[in-house]
């Protein structure tokens, strides 16, 4: 506790002494802000030729003799003159829409037959609009035409980045174990040794500095804070972290996320404030050479990626917490890896800072390829050395009877991947092939801290919106009291926002593999390179801005809520006060979501920045499908809107086709659903409706007819047996009075007489009820009147046994 307060204290106390400075920046970027607010506009007539020249000199520059940083540089300044040359050109379009607005009002110019006569001023007010206007179309195909040569030209830079990685890849400068690759150790070239003592004596002149009177004491006050921040710093950080996982965060795995996070972050940020204390310690002169501060720049942004490593592989191993460690790795497999992380990030370190040194001082090509051949030799070999340390401690393990944990098939995957990088390495430098093993080298780091920072953060992205949105947690209870939702909604909730969160993890990585590579991409570069490709820089050619897809994908979800909401306003609220049927508002209802859900992709379509110039292509290949696999599709759309504009058939009618009786509950936009008797529901096209007979029992409010057909006897009594049958029918409640039920002699048969008897209901639906009432109440009032029904007869042949035994005695 007194540690905590201790920390707490001097939090506290920090935050003191920097309140006037973030108040005094806050006032500065303010004061900068009105500045840049009371700015004149540009004045396209003095950018655009300055601009032309930036592009005359970068192309001459890329056409000349350019490395590897030189080229990079290049690149950056091409797409950022894009960019400006793109803003200006979309600030000029205000104003060209404002000059056509001004000659729309003074329309054209009257045809000299027409006998109608302008002012002299009009003619000239028009003169001078038209020259303004045909200027600025010329500078805006003019910023235009700056903008695509810029891209082009950064285009062609990539692909010579590519060639000469292509070309260093394929160079042969000789196997590690030939003399030529040693020889800089022995034998050293007198203008190496001379650039080499010049900045050596540089590098003393600076530490001399930092030494002098009046600026010792704070050289020896940042080296202190240096040692307290990698040391007493980051211990009382990590354990200040942990005890907020604790004691802070809801129990569940977001602890063992959160505390990995931490520990990674808290390591991070020690290595990197220590290395700029450092540099803050011998550099903070104004007497500092450029070519040492340069150098210092470049140890400082090492420190990054050496941090990242060191605090990668401390979260990963977590060998002060087994308990707590993310990853399902034993606590042998973990201890025999702890000096790994170190191990590699110092090897990253040391020879980074000696290529650094190189580039500063500018040593020969001998003395470069030798640095870089150690520089993959060691690190192919602690790559190799961590696959094969942990293969013995597993087999160790087995043979001791304690099985290892078990590995997922990603997890072999990857550790055979890094042994076949390593081999590769090795082979590369053995075989000659220097740059390349060098390559590997460092993507195999490169790609060891970007999937290394993706596991830890897409844990603690997936627990985190697990933990927020649980109703075992206060945030959940809260969440789902203030929404009034059910709990599987917020579980939703937590599986779609951490699906979007390892998306945009996904995606963030994928930039990091395809623009950036270990020593040349920062991530404070890579997050510019994300802010820009967010905004569409990278994307002109393809006319896709992932902000404006966003946007897009926003108006679409709000588009289809507004228009389900507007729809069950209509169904619910508004039409069912009119007068409308039920057939009628379903239709309504059908009908205006359809054209709805049209328009709203078509806006879409719109804010994605669609040029619908451009999708000819689309439309023919549209034809062509409709022609072939489509056709029946939208032959059942069009019917289906017939359908909810004739009407000849409507929602709750009775219909039959094809052998189908049943009532119809749905017409979509492909096909309409019935519902049989039996409550089972048939699919049928909507073209079938058009094309085919339909029967439609309730068209028109059509009442039912209840038909019962009777055989009597020819010995009974007809007036009797009529009366009895139209008494039952008028007893009837369903059986309507007007038309009067009717009882028709059908038909004279062998069998009997044959009765009709006929009644009206009021619907097509209560003919069967009716009629299974009707048949009980008959038979039943018949058999009370001792009234038969004729049976029919049946003619049996018998055998009688004396004429058989007579036909048997028969010679």
Known sequence: ????????????????????????????????????????????????????????????????????????????????????????????????????????????????????????????????????????????KQAEGIKNSALMLSSQIVNLR????????????????????????FSRQDLDGEKISDFRDELQNTAALSWEAGWRVGTVAWLIAALLVMTLG????????????????????????????????????????AFNFIALAFTRRDEVSSDVQGFVDRLVELSVFCGLIAGLGRAFLSTRRPSWRLPLLSNDVATALKPFPPITALLVFIFQTAEAYNYSVGTSLSTTIFANGLTALLIGSTALAISMRTNRVRRRMALAGTPPEARSTLVGLIQMALTLTAVAILLSLVIGYVAMARFMSYEVIWCGILFGSFYFLSHLVNDGCESLFSTSNSSGKRIQNSLNIDERYLQQAATLLAAIGKTLLILFVALALLNGTFASSTPIELVQKAIEFWGGKGLESLNIVPAHMVNALVCLFVGIYALRSVRRWLDNDFLPKTTMDVGMRVSLVTLFSNIGYVLIILLTLSIMGLQWNKLAWIVSALSVG?????????????????????????????????????????????????????????????????????????????????????????????????????????????????PEPSVSFKDLTPQGIVLSVTGNVAGQRQISGAKSDLLFDILTRLRKEGIMLSTPQTMIIERRQHAAAAEEQMP
């Open 162 to 185: 590519r060639d000469q990685l292509k070309n260093q890849l394929a160079l042969n400068s000789g196997s590690i174990l030939g003399t030529r690759f040693w020889a800089p150790l």
């Open 234 to 273: 980051r211990r009382y950080s990590e354990e200040f972290l942990a005890w907020v996982s604790i004691h802070k965060l809801p129990e569940g795995r977001l602890r063992r996320s959160f505390l990995a996070a931490a520990i990674a972050l808290t390591t991070l940020v020690a290595v990197v404030l």
């Open 626 to 738: 409709i022609g072939f696999g489509l056709q029946e599709i939208v032959k059942n759309f069009i019917s289906g809107l017939i359908l909810l504009t004739e009407r000849p058939v409507k929602v709750g009618d009775l219909v039959s086709i094809s052998g189908i009786e049943g009532d119809i509950r749905r017409i979509n936009v492909r096909a309409t659903e019935i519902q049989l008797g039996d409550k089972s529901t048939v699919i049928v096209p909507n073209s079938q409706l058009i094309s085919q007979n339909v029967r439609n029992a309730t068209m028109g409010n059509a009442q039912g007819v209840v038909t019962i057909l009777l055989t009597f006897p020819l010995d009974i009594d007809p007036v009797r047996v009529r009366e009895i049958l139209l008494e039952v029918y008028n007893e009837n409640e369903r059986i309507l009075e007007t």
């Open 1 to 140: 506790m007194f540690k905590l307060k201790s920390l707490f204290t001097l939090l506290f106390v920090a935050l003191m002494v920097l309140a006037p400075t973030f108040s005094q920046a806050a006032d500065e970027k303010a004061d900068a802000a009105q500045e840049e607010a009371s700015q004149p506009k540009l004045n396209a007539a003095v950018e655009l030729p300055k601009m032309q020249k930036i592009l005359d000199k970068l192309k001459g520059q890329v056409s000349g003799d350019a490395n590897e940083s030189k080229l990079n540089q290049l690149n950056d300044m091409a797409l950022e003159l894009s960019g400006n040359a793109d803003t200006l050109g979309q600030a000029l379009l205000p104003d060209r829409q404002q000059l056509e607005a001004q000659l729309a009002v003074l329309g054209p110019a009257p045809k000299p037959d027409s006998g109608v006569k302008e002012t002299a001023e009009v003619t000239r007010k028009r003169n001078a609009l038209e020259s303004q206007k045909s200027k600025m179309d010329d500078q805006i």
